[in-house]
């Protein structure tokens, strides 16, 4: 089903491609061959090339740190929509602590630990505030959320176009570049961030957390229902406040991991709605880790192949909203239908 | 007038209805007898346009009709009081009566609703502010609203099902006025219940069912309690448990001036006292929504109490969290089986072993479960407590109420605790899952436990309970003994007639 | 101080122009969310309205069917998210979130071509008498059409919702869906009906942007107003007045940041963009207790599918 729920976007895509290649004067049957053209690079660079699958998975890697942070609190049925803001607050994190803070330091390892907490503990900050406000004043967590996307957003802005612009960058909102033992090695002959290895253990640890203890099993209570979770005796607003704290720590160390491992200077705009798409990562992957991390890698492939469409056929960046939208509308559909027939198919069995 | 011919519908894994034929005559108050479970209420919900019948035919007047929603319904004349009510709760009176009729105009105009509304509650007996919302209002008013909502549609065919659960003797007296100056009327009511004496009251026939059959239709004066007993249930009726007298031992589960709010803020529970020793059964009997839930929520410690304290064993436990109550040995079996009692999506060892994490009655530690403990643990539950179920990890929302009730009972009980408070155990389930439930209790009482029953059945009460206190209004209005001889005394207290009770 | 005055009278008029696309947006989705379905679309929306009604303006020059053209092309997306989560049942936030997406990518590949281009535009239009009223007509009655259509827009939902059977209707669907159910109401077909309408509503919002606000198209012009938009409705606990209340008082604060800025006053601009965030978080703190959901009928199903099955 999510083969040909992708093949469906495919298509549907395909119809927008052919009509943006159309020229005057030519034919139907050039705009389609340009757009097949296209498929075929958008698809085989990042799947089918081991340079471009390396990129694939360098993109992969905040999405996935986001999206696992996000099933933390979904998972409870909390809905942070606050991806986005908590990775940048990450970012900016890390950023005062590499470029100012501790920019003396040489120890790469020292500095890395020290780095990646303090995007945690920014990102947890920017998960607390809509926590406490949840847990004791009943506000709604999906607008606070929302609103502190924003905050986050133009604080960064404030900075890079302000006080913390390199003043060796043309005049461009960039800060100065990290120092060397801020910037985190690299894996397969250096084509592919660090933070890989991060994804990878994460995602095995959260699924053991969900399996064997404690805190898999109450927030499974919680998320199945409230009631019976407070009569079972779990305390709903440290829940609240703990996986808000997670998820927000989670995203804000992707944050740091980005910043250190790939761009390796904070710059506006560095995510391309990294914290949105991992929302709807974290959906598709049905809230389990690995199926985050499998999602996050089709999602990642997505962005690279598109960024090829970019460059090889001039194709809008827009064109990747529409597309990453197709896709999920189609996986979203095939899955609900899926659902509906196992559903029909129960009831012709008994 | 109506004729349902040979109806079947069935669900996944249960035929619900099977080719069931049932005829109403105008005027006539009839009846539908039989067991939860039995397809009662499916049945008429088929008749209401909320289920579709997979086979069989709808007569009315001779001809046939094809009722495809409860709008085609009403349109037809049909009209039914669900055991949940359906009310809009910001809505007034009056709103919810007109919603979704036809004849409303563009701009309503509620002065004239209103006034037809107070006509209808005095001809019929059914008297309700027609201006107040309806989260305001208490269960029996509610009820008079959803009755008076079919009555203002001007329905000939009125569907009742088990309207007296949730009143006091004095208010079903009073529907029952209600019922029989209907049929002067020329409306037709079918009653769904399975209490004889009501049914004995107020039906000119009866159609028992039993598993989706129709066993027979008879004429009330025809037949027997008895007779109609040994039909609906295939066999005699209910043994009589017998109560075994325990001797009673230190007080277990104390409760001292307690007041507590509901969820609107309003005062449910209103300086409460009483205390249950070891091996003993106090029964709390009253109509719901008087503070039962309020109250059974706070010694659980769900609830914050403004004011009074809590014991259990002499120990202060107001300010403690549920898990150290759980694990002083305090058991609760909430009254919302589905809402509260199991998290329906979760397997059926989740739900025995939810609590598992404050009891430690399989040891696991908390970074590591013991997978293969809790399995041992809960196959063996399943078998103790005979709960039917294709596997223990079967999903808990796929169980019948009586084996939901069976998982929470194994839960609650199964790790001896001191004290247990059961609201409403027996709720809709069926007689053999209820005898379940009557003998796991008194066997908490042998072993020891002190039992607090909040029930709104006095034969339960009757039959479980070494003495009965009796709530209204959120305060304890009298203890009666459980005697048969004391019902109308019971039921008068229930009701908010004061200064009947012994005190205790 | 002698200049205090005008200062202010320009900052209200300006509030009151920056705050009509926000109220059309939260017009638009009280309808929706009243049904009980959750619209997390709404920047999306925006964005097509925008361009929609742009481009239909640009080659038609008829400003009516611009405005039909951008209504037209919100409901064809509210389609999509009324049969995604109504009839699917998917998740709405999720839905409404890849509603988002695919209006910000649509918009921008459809607008690729007019970036910098001229279309006929809503001009101010002082209304006789009421505009000569010293102040008031100023910040009230110097505006261009949408902004009086918006006046008109409050009291008639405002009626619609609380006084007409339609506005019952809508309510009950949103409050206790079971219960309009059983009075013979069709709550899939109600939830369809207010999810396109409301979406069309909220595509003026956007139209009203590249058509009078900014008068032309930039790609993601909305920055942001779809999401303050959804917080307005909370905040306007779904009451069409307060929502007007609520979209003057946050665009006035967008407006107050612009003329701070414009006597130079030495705050960072990107503190003044926060600034209606900022509100909004705090706001929201004092308008979320259970009585008052009550007392104004909150939707109290938003967010959950409804299915009859399930329910009995």
């Known amino acids: ?350 | 007038m109506l004729e349902m011919k040979d109806i079947a519908k069935s669900f996944p894994g249960v035929k619900a209805v099977d080719d069931v034929s049932f005829v109403l005559k105008s005027g006539e108050v009839h009846t539908l007898l039989g067991e939860n479970g039995a397809g009662k209420t499916t049945l008429m919900n088929i008749l209401f346009g909320i289920y579709r019948q997979d086979s069989g035919e709808i007569l009315i007047d001779g001809k046939h009709v094809k009722i495809s929603s409860p709008h085609n319904a009403i349109a037809h004349g049909i009209g039914m009081v669900q055991q949940h009510f359906t009310l809009v709760p910001s809505f007034t009176v009056a709103e919810n009566t007109v919603l979704g009729l036809r004849e409303l105009g563009v701009f309503p105009r509620t002065g004239r609703v209103e006034r037809r509304i107070r006509e209808l509650g005095d001809t019929y007996g059914l008297k309700v502010d027609p201006d107040a919302r309806a989260w305001t209002l208490s269960v029996g008013e509610k009820q008079r609203v959803e009755i008076l909502k079919i009555l203002y549609t001007g329905a000939k065919i009125l569907i009742l099902d088990e309207p007296t659960a949730v009143l006091v003797p004095h208010e079903t007296r009073a529907l029952f006025d209600a019922l029989r100056k209907m049929k002067e009327a020329d409306t037709s009511v079918v009653f769904i219940s399975h209490k004889l004496d009501e049914v004995m009251q107020i039906s000119d026939r009866i159609t028992v069912l039993r598993k989706g059959l129709a066993v027979d239709t008879v004429d009330k004066k025809a037949t027997t309690k008895a007779a109609l007993a040994k039909m609906m249930v295939g066999r005699d009726l209910l043994v009589d448990v017998p109560r075994t007298d325990v001797e009673t031992g230190s007080k277990i589960l104390e409760v001292k001036n307690l007041r507590v709010n509901d969820d609107r803020g309003l005062t449910a529970v209103n300086d409460i006292s009483f205390t249950v020793r070891a091996g003993e059964v106090l029964g709390i009997a009253g109509v719901e929504g008087n503070g039962q839930r309020e109250l059974a929520e706070c010694i659980y410690g769900m609830r914050k109490p403004l004011n009074g304290k809590v014991f259990i064993d002499g120990q202060d436990i107001t300010r403690t969290p549920v898990r150290k109550r759980v694990q002083l040995g305090l058991s609760f079996i909430p009254q919302d089986r589905k809402g509260m009692a199991i998290s329906p999506n979760l397997s059926v060892e989740e739900n025995l072993f939810a609590k598992n994490y404050a009891t430690q009655s399989v040891p696991s530690h908390p970074l590591l479960s013991n997978r293969t403990g809790v399995s041992t643990a809960s196959r063996k539950l399943v078998r103790d407590f005979s709960i039917v179920t294709p596997s223990e990890k079967t999903r808990a929302k796929y169980l019948s109420g009586g084996n939901i009730q069976k998982v929470v009972l194994a839960r609650e009980l199964s790790s001896s605790p001191k004290a247990v408070i059961a609201a409403q155990p027996t709720r809709g389930l069926d007689v053999g899952a209820m005898e379940f439930v009557y003998k796991t209790l008194l066997e908490q009482k042998k072993k020891g436990a002190a039992v607090l029953l909040l029930a709104g059945d006095l034969d339960e009460l009757f039959r479980l309970a070494d003495r009965v206190a009796v709530i209204y209004g959120g305060k304890l209005v009298g203890y009666a003994s459980p005697d048969s001889s004391n019902r109308e005394k019971i039921g008068l207290m229930m009701s908010g007639a004061s200064g009947a009770g012994d005190e205790a | 101080m002698s200049d205090i005055v005008p200062f202010v009278v320009f900052t209200l008029q300006a509030a009151v122009r920056a705050g009509t696309p926000l109220l059309f947006a939260v017009l638009g989705d009280i309808l929706t969310e009243r049904s009980g379905v959750m619209n997390l679309g709404i920047e999306g929306l925006m964005l097509v309205g925008a361009i929609s009604g742009f481009v239909a303006s640009y080659s038609t020059g008829n400003l009516f069917l611009a405005i039909v053209v951008a209504m037209l092309a919100g409901a064809a997306l509210g389609l999509v998210h009324a049969f995604f989560t109504i009839s699917l049942r998917v998740n709405q936030i999720v839905s409404g979130l890849a509603i988002t997406m695919l209006g910000t990518g649509i918009s921008g590949l459809w607008g690729k071509g007019y970036v910098g281009v001229v279309a006929q535009r809503f001009t101010p239009m002082r209304i006789p008498l009421l505009s000569d009223i010293p102040y008031i007509g100023t910040i009230f009655f110097n505006h261009s059409l949408l902004v009086y259509i918006s006046y008109i827009c409050v009291p008639l939902l405002w009626l619609f919702v609380y006084k007409t059977k339609y506005g019952m209707t809508l309510r009950a669907v949103g409050e206790a869906p079971e219960a309009a159910d059983s009075r013979g109401i069709n709550v899939f077909a109600v939830r369809y009906f207010y999810t396109v309408l409301g979406c069309s509503i909220t595509a003026i919002g956007g139209a009203y942007l590249s058509l009078a606000y900014n008068s032309m198209w930039i790609e993601n012009m909305t920055a942001g107003r779809g999401w303050i938009a959804i917080a307005l409705v909370l905040f306007a606990t779904w009451d069409p007045v307060k929502a007007l209340f609520g979209a003057y008082l946050f665009g006035g604060v967008t407006a107050l940041g612009f003329r701070l800025q414009a006597i130079g006053a030495d705050i960072p601009t990107d503190f003044l963009r926060m600034l209606p965030y900022l509100l909004t978080v705090v706001v929201l703190i004092f308008t979320s207790t259970e009585k008052l959901r009550l007392r104004v009928g909150a939707p109290a199903t938003l967010g959950i599918p409804y299915s009859r099955e399930e329910k009995t």
């Not at chain 1, 469906?8 to 159309?22: D, H, K």
């Not at chain 1, 996000?70 to 606050?82: F, K, P, S, T």
């Not at chain 1, 803001?85 to 020290?114: E, H, I, K, V």
Request: with cysteine; net charge positive; proline share 4%.
């Open chain 1, 1 to 350: 089903m999510p083969v040909l729920s992708i093949l469906f976007a495919l298509f549907v895509m395909g119809i927008f491609l052919t009509v943006f290649f159309m020229e005057p004067g030519r034919g139907i049957r050039f705009a389609l061959s340009r757009t097949l053209e296209a498929y075929g690079e958008m698809l085989s660079w990042p799947f089918g090339n081991l340079y471009g699958f390396y990129e694939t998975l360098n993109k992969m890697i905040p999405l996935a740190f986001v999206g696992l942070g996000l099933c933390i609190a979904y998972r409870m049925r909390i809905w942070n929509i606050g991806g986005e803001g908590q990775l940048y607050m990450g970012a900016f994190a890390a950023t005062w602590g590499a470029l100012f803070l501790f920019n003396d330091l040489q120890s790469p390892l020292l500095m890395a630990c020290l780095v990646i907490s303090m995007g945690a503990v920014f990102g947890a900050i920017w998960g607390l505030i809509p926590a406490v406000m949840k847990a004791f004043a009943k506000t709604d967590e999906i607008v606070v959320t929302l609103m502190l996307n924003y905050v986050a957003i133009f604080w960064v802005d404030y900075l890079v176009y302000g006080r913390w612009r390199d003043p060796a960058g043309f005049g461009f909102p960039l800060t100065a570049e990290y120092p060397a033992a801020a910037r985190l090695p690299r894996i397969f002959d250096g084509n592919v961030q660090i933070g890989l290895v991060f994804v990878v253990v994460l995602a095995v640890f959260l699924e053991y957390v969900y399996r064997r203890t404690s805190w898999g099993q109450k927030s499974a209570l919680i998320g199945d229902n409230i009631q019976a979770a407070i009569y079972a005796g779990v305390n709903i607003k440290l829940f609240t406040i703990l996986a808000l704290l997670a998820s927000g720590a989670i995203a804000g160390a992707g944050g740091a991991v980005q910043m250190m491992g790939a761009q390796h200077r904070l710059q506006p705009g560095f995510s391309p709605g990294y914290g949105y798409t991992a929302i709807i990562i974290a959906w598709l992957g049905k809230l389990n880790p690995i199926g985050v991390v499998v999602v996050a890698i089709l999602f990642g492939g997505l962005l690279v192949g598109n960024e090829q469409l970019q460059m090889f056929y001039r194709v809008p960046i827009a064109l990747v909203y529409v597309f990453q939208g197709l896709v999920l509308f189609s996986l979203l559909g095939g899955e609900a239908i899926s659902r509906y027939r196992i559903r029909f198919h129960k009831r012709g069995d008994e």
